[in-house]
């Protein structure tokens, strides 16, 4: 009995002493931590992405106080958290760009398989095949789902055998970036501004591209031709965009003969206002049937005839008008909530898309709802080139038709 009670109060002492140590060294080694540091951290979403270039949440809390990292670099956390963090340091947030990744693959190469992959189902494991996957595309989406179960968001998953984006839920962490063993996902601007994207990331020749995809791009450099601002370059056969030049003004689009190029984003500049334009969105004074509408159209133009993809009872409210070539037009018009688009150059499957999604198309021809502009413009010219002289020339098709 003695030796028992020795040894509990030898375990007591030790255990005091002990105690008394560690005390003294949490004192003498203590390592002072800033409050606006655990503040911060108080604010982020605690999701540690690493979407901000730093390690974890405390990596990045630590980074702004040490004043190495912008207030705005958390994605996941958005501007109500770079509000907050902002607040706390003192400075103002700014405007951060609204980030999300994009899959630069149509899926189309799912098609063209080299072999029939059976394995992990993990686009890492079957990258380190031979041919880098079962695709003939050595730059198409492998569909099996890296990206998916990287994201802690569950922000991406793989439809019909390629990747895509939420764009609603996706936070620009750049986990899928970094995993993706082909490369073909990056972080783009969203609903910033209107901008052209491109969906393909192959870098094979046109007629190698042909055979394993059915609308890559192909090199042929027409979108980088046809650009008034110059903001496509060709890179090693790929068309690349320079977002910061880019308008989105949709040419290059209708000169892609692969239809691979899109039009996406808002109408709206940062600064929340509507830039200029040639398309108007009005809604009419009263609501008429698409025939109707179709009918004042071709009066109002003065044309022989108009070409209508909808049923002719429809009813149309609000109306869209976008002269040239319409098909960059289309997803902006769904976007605004138009009944009908009035446009030009409008072919059979655009027509039965916009269908599809509830938008009639009046197509009155590439020069129908252009030549109005012909005596307004030979006006404003006059007026503020007087010295110059003005020549207008009627207006002819580059094409006859056979009847």
């Known amino acids: 009995m003695t030796t028992v009670i020795i040894a509990v109060v030898v375990l007591a002492v030790l255990g005091a002493i002990f105690g008394l140590v560690l005390a003294i ?136 055998g390629v990747a895509r984006v939420d764009e609603e839920k996706c936070k620009a962490c750049n986990k899928c970036v970094d995993i993706c063993p082909r490369h073909i996902i990056a972080l783009e601007p969203y609903k910033t501004k209107r901008h052209v994207t491109i969906p393909c990331s192959s870098h094979d020749k046109g007629v190698d591209a042909r055979k394993v995809c059915d609308n890559g791009c192909i090199g042929c450099s027409l979108c980088a031709k046809s650009c008034p601002k110059e903001a496509i370059t060709m890179v090693n056969n790929l068309a690349v965009i320079d977002y910061e030049k880019c308008i989105g003004c949709g040419i290059c689009v209708d000169a892609c003969p692969q239809e691979v190029l899109e039009v996406t984003g808002s109408m709206h500049s940062e600064s929340g206002e509507v ?87 009046i197509d009155a021809g590439h020069y129908g709802v252009e030549h109005i502009f012909i005596a307004d413009m030979e006006h404003f010219c006059r007026e503020k080139f007087p010295e110059a002289e003005i020549r207008t020339a009627k207006i002819r098709q580059p094409f006859w038709v056979l009847t």
């Open 25 to 160: 060294a949490s004192k003498v080694f203590a390592v002072e931590v800033d409050p606006r540091e655990e503040a911060i951290l108080g604010c982020l979403p605690g999701a540690n992405c690493g979407g901000c270039g730093y390690p974890g949440c405390s990596g990045y809390a630590s980074a702004v106080v040490k004043g190495v990292a912008p207030v705005n670099a958390c994605a996941a956390g958005g501007e109500a958290v770079a509000a907050q963090i902002g607040e706390i340091m003192g400075v103002s947030a700014g405007a951060a760009v609204k980030q999300i990744a994009q899959v630069h693959c149509t899926g189309c190469g799912q098609n063209y398989k080299q072999y029939t992959y059976v394995g992990i189902h993990d686009c890492v494991a079957a990258s380190k095949l031979p041919g880098g996957g079962d695709l003939g595309c050595a730059y198409g989406c492998l569909g099996l789902g890296s990206c998916e179960k990287a994201c802690p968001f569950d922000a991406i998953h793989v439809i019909d």
């Open 275 to 361: 830039p200029v334009g040639i398309g108007r969105v009005a809604d009419l004074a009263q609501p008429m049937d698409l025939k109707s509408c179709a009918e004042m159209v071709k009066k109002a133009f003065d044309l022989p005839n108009v070409k209508i993809f909808g049923e002719p009872d429809m009813q149309v409210h609000r109306l869209g008008v976008f002269p040239g070539s319409g098909k960059s037009a289309i997803s902006v018009s769904l976007e605004k909530g138009v009944d009908v688009l009035v446009t030009g150059d409008i072919d059979h499957h655009e027509g039965i898309d916009a269908v599809a999604q509830k938008m009639a198309v």
